[in-house]
């Protein structure tokens, strides 16, 4: 009698665990995604989506975009009703190589710690512009690239050690074609092209070896205009088609800039964009007017992407974030679903890796979550100027492949209920 109850009352247990068990598995398969952002309106400039939808994520990839997606099939659900929910953004002009070396970019103190100032701008990746060369870049590599949450791809420098300052960034023969292209092509996950830029003689030998190196490796170029000694018609004759110029709307101060006098279109400009040169923006400290940009804009010259130019002085002047310079734009007269499309899929493009700057199925989940906040706002460029706008885009949400990175207001997170916390009524 003793044994028989004993058996009874294992099957019982058994039984009560094998529905439990079954019940935990229906659920756990129900729940077949790890976050669900729903309610939003989705902007994905690359499949032509501009509606309100959901969009899932699983194990670090996009893998549902539609109309509905039940909340149930989700372990995380985000509401972001009001909200625009877009690519994660690309900033293809960065100086990141952060180090403890002063007055210097490469390894030095005026580049910035990537994480510290894109997530929060619902920047996901960034490109550096030549701050490394073929000599430093492992350096780089191991003490910025590898440990960022961002993700850091780069435009490797013509000079051997970058942007080191004199004399070694002026060292023609340090300026080795077949070295950079060699780096280029080890790297080809995290290097897209190759960036002339800083050389102050009058020898075109570093602009050609750097159009040698990229063609070497099947890259773009990347013209950093800071070349005083060649005329800006000179240096976008030498370029290819998808070759990338930057500091784009500049005065001046550095060379020709693309308007004449009178505000006019230069010739060989409109030229070069309709051959098929990509124009960036590359505010930074001194790089974007609005006495250029307006006439280009309103001409048809804008920019392809919006290369903020982060270092450490451009943040805190009128360049600010990349979000800022999108909303500039928009203030002078682009539309939301442009300064998207620019920030993302057009930079994604540019620089030869359309596996990002899109929503697709099966794409890397890096997401950006924005505000469009009305009210008045101003916009400053490199010399002070202030245009005011209605419209000012703020990051509320980042997802880096697949997990938030970024949050303003908490709308990932469970609301705290004082209630139910010990000792606190």
């Not at 989506?49 to 509905?68: C, E, F, R, Y």
């Not at 403890?100 to 997530?119: C, Q």
């Not at 435009?155 to 300026?175: K, R």
Request: proline share 4%; charged share 25%; glycine share 10%.
């Amino acid at each position: 009698m003793k044994n028989f109850i004993l058996i009874h009352s294992i099957k019982k247990r058994l039984q009560s665990l094998g529905i439990a068990f079954f019940l935990f598995t229906a659920i756990t398969h129900a729940q077949q995604y790890d976050l669900l952002i729903r309610n939003g309106r989705v902007i994905d400039p690359k499949n032509n989506i501009d509606s309100k939808m959901d969009l899932a994520v699983k194990d670090g990839k996009i893998a549902k975009v539609a109309n509905s997606i039940p909340v149930a099939q989700a372990v995380k659900v985000i509401d972001a009703s009001g909200l625009i929910v877009v690519p994660g953004l690309i900033d293809i002009h960065t100086h990141v190589f952060v180090g403890s070396k002063p007055e210097t970019f490469a390894d030095g103190f005026l580049s910035v710690s990537p994480d510290d100032f894109t997530l929060k701008a619902g920047v996901t990746t960034v490109v550096d512009a030549g701050t490394s060369g073929w000599r430093n870049f492992p350096t780089f590599k191991e003490h910025v690239i590898d440990k960022s949450k961002t993700r850091v791809l780069a435009f490797l420098n013509i000079a051997g050690n970058g942007m080191s300052g004199s004399p070694t960034e002026q060292d023609i023969n340090d300026m080795d074609a077949f070295m950079t292209s060699l780096v280029v092509k080890k790297n080809p996950d995290i290097i897209v092209g190759v960036k002339i830029g800083h050389y102050e003689g009058n020898d075109w030998t570093p602009f050609d070896r750097a159009l040698d190196a990229a063609a070497k490796s099947g890259t773009k170029l990347f013209v950093e205009c800071h070349l005083p000694q060649f005329s800006l018609e000179d240096q976008l004759k030498k370029m290819r088609p998808g070759d990338i110029i930057t500091h784009s709307f500049e005065k001046v101060e550095e060379r020709m800039p693309v308007v004449d006098e009178n505000g006019k279109l230069r010739p060989f400009v409109k030229e070069a964009n309709e051959r098929g040169i990509l124009f960036d923006l590359g505010h930074g400290g001194a790089g974007f007017w609005f006495s250029v940009a307006v006439p280009a804009l309103k001409q048809g010259l804008a920019p392809n992407s919006f290369g903020s130019d982060l270092h450490r002085f451009s943040m805190n002047a009128g360049m600010k974030d990349m979000l800022n310079i999108m909303s500039k734009y928009m203030a002078i007269g682009m539309s939301l679903e442009e300064v998207i499309a620019r920030g993302s899929w057009n930079a994604a493009k540019s620089i030869n890796r359309t596996d990002l700057g899109n929503l697709s199925e099966g794409a890397v989940a890096d997401i950006a979550v924005l505000r469009v906040r009305e009210g008045r706002f101003g916009f400053t460029d490199a010399g002070g100027n202030v245009v005011q706008g209605t419209k000012k885009l703020e990051a509320e949400l980042t997802v880096r492949a697949g997990k938030v990175v970024w949050d303003l207001n908490g709308i990932s997170g469970k609301i705290f209920n004082a209630a139910e916390t010990p000792g606190s009524k």
